[in-house]
């Protein structure tokens, strides 16, 4: 566990297993970002899966106001589309190599 990690929940005296499910989620994010070295395309490929998937569960919460409904919403759609840029060049690729190979007869 990172030092600042261990720290705060030192600090806060806290277990890392009385965390509920969401600050679990946090927690392991910022160990992630702790431990990591360089960004790279898979690690914000990574970031912003996990955040579609906390929004996602936040979604499932029925007593959300409609603010954070919304505020939730463009987030989603944020991530969204950060990830479809990451992944469009490999989807065209990939799609350009089947339509070759069917050209070719492959």
Same mark, same amino acid.
């Given at each position: ?5 261990? #720290?705060? @929940? =030192?600090?806060?005296? !806290?277990?890392? +297993?009385?965390? &509920?499910?969401?600050? %679990? ?6 160990? #992630?970002? @702790? =431990?990591?070295?360089? !960004?790279?395309? +898979?690690?914000? &490929?990574?970031?912003? %899966? ?57």
């Amino acid at each position: 566990m990172n030092f600042l990690l261990s #720290k705060l @929940l =030192s600090k806060r005296k !806290i277990q890392r +297993e009385d965390l &509920s499910g969401e600050e %679990k989620e946090d927690f392991v994010r910022w160990e #992630k970002i @702790l =431990s990591g070295g360089e !960004i790279s395309v +898979e690690k914000i &490929s990574e970031f912003c %899966k996990s955040q579609i998937s906390i929004i996602e569960n936040q979604w499932k919460d029925m007593s959300n106001d409609p603010k954070k409904n919304e505020r939730l919403i463009i987030a989603h759609n944020i991530y969204s589309s950060i990830l479809k840029v990451i992944d469009s060049p490999e989807a065209e690729k990939v799609a350009l190599e089947e339509y070759l190979n069917k050209l070719i007869g492959a």
